[in-house]
């Protein structure tokens, strides 16, 4: 496996064989990687000539300096990990190397990304949107690899990939949940174990046959702090603080829910 930290050993190595002219697979990460991570290189070792990991602890996206210094960042598992399961290439550059002018130039999108996370964190998507489209601009993948744990992560990519042309195909991959069904996220180290054995609660009032109003009611009664549940479409999106750990999930709805925005 290579390890490239610099743009321009980058580029240069993605300007010769064997990554010139091949499919690559490219997961882009914050680091903290769970198997949730390496359900998504899997997917992308099997399906492209060569994979792409970077892992780039994107500050843009924090809204909460807290929120980037509590990051539960894990270089070394993360490489080791890679290596394990045969990714190509670890591209881990510094801030400098992904915004040379600081953030002056940004992407942001004007209606998705205002609502759910997007009303709570401001700011957080156009960062997302920003180090996505840079990332895939470096890295010009065929194929870049997103959880369906961060939904409206995933939509926002994909619909920003096709209103800027992008030639990537944008694939959806279905979120990892631990044996108590609470989704994988890197944030989930930062539990106690008796927090941990709480949060499981979340994923299961999501699926619950209640409507919004009142699976926040219960989660609230249980301890958390609810910043949003809500039907959309055919989904369920919520997210919730238990004590400074922020979760966030959405199911798939069996059918629309009483009271369903
Ligand atoms: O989902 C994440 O880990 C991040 O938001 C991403 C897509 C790597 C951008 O920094």
Same mark, same amino acid.
């Given at each position: 496996?290579?390890?490239?930290?610099?743009?321009?050993?980058?580029?240069?190595?993605?300007?010769?064989?064997?990554?010139?002219?091949?499919?690559?697979?490219?997961?882009?990460?914050?680091?903290?990687?769970?198997? *949730?991570?390496?359900?998504?290189?899997?997917?992308?070792?099997?399906?492209?000539?060569?994979?792409?990991? &970077?892992?780039?602890?994107?500050?843009?996206?924090?809204?909460?300096?807290?929120?980037?210094?509590?990051?539960?960042?894990?270089?070394?598992?993360?490489?080791?990990?890679?290596?394990?399961? *045969?990714?190509?290439?670890?591209?881990?550059?510094?801030?400098?190397?992904?915004?040379?002018?600081?953030?002056?130039?940004?992407?942001?999108?004007?209606?998705?990304?205002?609502?759910?996370?997007?009303?709570?964190?401001?700011?957080?998507?156009? *960062?997302?949107?920003?180090?996505?489209?840079?990332?895939?601009?470096?890295?010009?993948?065929?194929?870049?690899?997103?959880?369906?744990?961060?939904?409206?992560?995933?939509?926002?990519?994909?619909?920003?990939?096709?209103?800027?042309?992008?030639?990537?195909?944008?694939?959806?991959?279905?979120?990892?949940?631990?044996?108590?069904?609470?989704?994988? &996220?890197?944030?989930?180290?930062?539990?106690?174990?008796?927090?941990?054995?709480?949060?499981?609660?979340?994923?299961?009032?999501?699926?619950?046959?209640?409507?919004?109003?009142?699976?926040?009611?219960?989660?609230?009664?249980?301890?958390?702090?609810?910043?949003?549940?809500?039907?959309?479409? &055919?989904?369920?999106?919520?997210?919730?603080?238990?004590?400074?750990?922020?979760?966030?999930?959405?199911?798939?709805?069996?059918?629309?829910?009483?009271?369903?925005?």
């Amino acid at each position: 496996m290579q390890l490239v930290r610099t743009v321009e050993a980058w580029r240069r190595l993605r300007a010769d064989p064997p990554l010139a002219g091949h499919a690559i697979g490219f997961v882009p990460t914050l680091g903290g990687l769970h198997r *949730g991570h390496e359900a998504l290189l899997r997917r992308s070792l099997e399906e492209n000539e060569a994979t792409v990991l &970077s892992v780039f602890l994107n500050p843009t996206q924090f809204d909460r300096r807290d929120d980037l210094e509590s990051y539960p960042a894990s270089f070394d598992a993360d490489r080791d990990l890679a290596r394990r399961l *045969g990714v190509d290439v670890l591209f881990c550059p510094a801030m400098e190397e992904i915004y040379p002018s600081g953030y002056r130039y940004r992407v942001a999108e004007a209606e998705l990304s205002k609502r759910l996370c997007g009303a709570h964190r401001p700011g957080h998507f156009d *960062g997302v949107l920003t180090v996505v489209l840079k990332l895939l601009n470096l890295v010009r993948p065929r194929r870049a690899y997103f959880g369906e744990k961060d939904y409206q992560q995933l939509e926002l990519v994909r619909r920003m990939a096709e209103d800027f042309f992008l030639d990537v195909e944008i694939v959806a991959c279905p979120t990892v949940r631990d044996a108590e069904g609470l989704a994988l &996220s890197s944030r989930n180290r930062r539990l106690s174990p008796e927090a941990r054995r709480r949060a499981a609660e979340f994923p299961a009032l999501l699926r619950s046959p209640h409507g919004p109003d009142e699976v926040r009611s219960r989660l609230e009664a249980l301890g958390f702090v609810v910043e949003y549940v809500a039907d959309r479409a &055919s989904r369920r999106f919520g997210a919730v603080r238990l004590g400074e750990v922020r979760l966030i999930d959405n199911v798939r709805l069996a059918k629309p829910m009483k009271g369903a925005a």
